[in-house]
């Protein structure tokens, strides 16, 4: 089985992270087939949802520390990643760094579905979602410094934009080990379940958005991304300019009729996205 399942379905797709015995930590071959299904995901018209998930019993523990412990660096790999260091450099730059990078392209919401551990750089990979569910059984931690680096993957950028400094700072001095409850509370975690009803509960969220007005959807997430970085007059410019844009789709005029005829709406009817 390769390191990474790649599926879609009723134009949600799905990544699986796939070394189990591992607890899903990186490898050359996944990090290949993630970026590859990112490009996928960012590119097609058949794909209006992603929701990234681990197999076995763990969503991911990121670096590999049998590899690391046997001096070949951050994750299993045919390739020279520590005879320099701009090997070293570049077995972040070229191949985990690239993931946050496709999904700041990527307008489509993805999910992240935690379960077990979400260690490192694989809490890091559920930060870099838009929407987190974690089972009531996940623990979660920043556990670089258990092993003297540093967050090599994005967790300095993205970690305090959902706690602040201080607490960024602190778990990443620490490594603590949060409940699901515990990094809820802290605005790491989207949404809380229990451990049965985990599969259902990102299911049925993931369904919902696949079912919803797409060119509104990514248009949405767009504007909040990019509206961290503008002043108030840029952004409502921007916004205005989206708004005229999506009131010239069916799915607004289908979105207005089912209000007034007090039903759900029907949409999908035109099939414009962003690129």
């Not at 009531?136 to 967790?155: C, H, M, N, T, W």
């Amino acid at each position: 089985m390769p390191d990474l399942l790649f599926e879609v379905n009723n134009k949600i797709a799905t990544i699986t992270l796939n070394r189990p015995e591992t607890l899903n930590a990186f490898s050359g071959e996944m990090l290949d087939l993630w970026i590859d299904s990112l490009e996928k995901v960012r590119d097609s018209d058949e794909i209006s949802v992603l929701i990234v998930q681990g197999a076995g019993n763990g969503f991911c523990s990121g670096g590999d520390i049998k590899e690391m412990i046997a001096g070949n660096g951050f994750y299993k790999s045919d390739q020279d990643n520590v005879s320099k260091g701009i090997n070293r450099k570049n077995s972040l730059w070229k191949k985990v760094q690239r993931i946050p990078l496709l999904l700041e392209e990527i307008d489509k919401p993805v999910i992240a579905k935690v379960h077990g551990a979400a260690f490192g750089a694989g809490l890091d990979m559920a930060l870099m979602c838009d929407i987190r569910f974690a089972s009531e059984s996940a623990r979660l931690s920043e556990s670089y410094i258990k092993v003297g680096i540093v967050p090599g993957d994005g967790g300095a950028y993205f970690l305090p934009r959902l706690v602040g400094r201080d607490m960024a700072l602190h778990m990443l001095w620490t490594g603590e080990v949060l409940t699901a409850e515990a990094a809820k509370e802290r605005g790491l975690v989207t949404f809380v379940v229990p451990d049965e009803k985990l599969d259902q509960a990102v299911a049925d969220y993931a369904k919902g958005l696949a079912n919803g007005p797409q060119l509104a959807t990514q248009l949405i997430k767009r504007a909040v991304y990019q509206n961290s970085e503008m002043s108030l007059r840029s952004s409502l410019d921007y916004i205005s300019s989206k708004m005229a844009l999506v009131m010239e789709e069916e799915d607004h005029k289908e979105g207005v009729r089912a209000v007034m005829e007090k039903r759900k709406p029907n949409f999908g009817k035109n099939e414009t996205s962003i690129k």
